[in-house]
């Protein structure tokens, strides 16, 4: 019974962690509301910059463990094969 409850649990916890790539900032087509609001946008594109390269990061460590769970995956179909004889 434990076995099969870690099972049903290994699915959920490998695609625990996701990667949501960052808001665009948005930069108003009026010169005047971009002159006064001008430090908030300017701080926008800062944090963006900032959260960009995180989800760049995040979608190579995604990336990385997808690939490695392929090639695990892919060794236990092998084994399973074996043991079916086919």
């Known amino acids: 019974m434990q076995s099969v409850a870690l099972f049903l649990l290994a699915p959920a916890a490998s695609h625990a962690a996701s990667c949501l ?9 009026d010169s005047r509301a971009a002159r006064d609001y001008a ?3 300017r701080r926008d594109f800062e944090v963006y910059i900032t ?3 995180d989800y760049f990061r ?3 460590q ?3 463990r997808a ?3 392929a090639r695990e995956v892919s060794q236990d ?10």
Not at 21 to 29: T, Y
Not at 77 to 86: M, P, W
Request: proline share 9%; aromatic share 12%; glycine share 6%.
């Open 77 to 86: 179909y092998g084994r399973f094969l074996e043991l079916v004889g086919d």
């Open 67 to 69: 690939f490695e769970e």
């Open 51 to 53: 959260d960009i390269q």
């Open 39 to 41: 430090d908030i946008i």
């Open 58 to 60: 995040c979608l190579e």
């Open 21 to 29: 790539a960052p808001v665009r900032p948005f930069v108003p087509s």
């Open 62 to 64: 995604e990336r990385a």
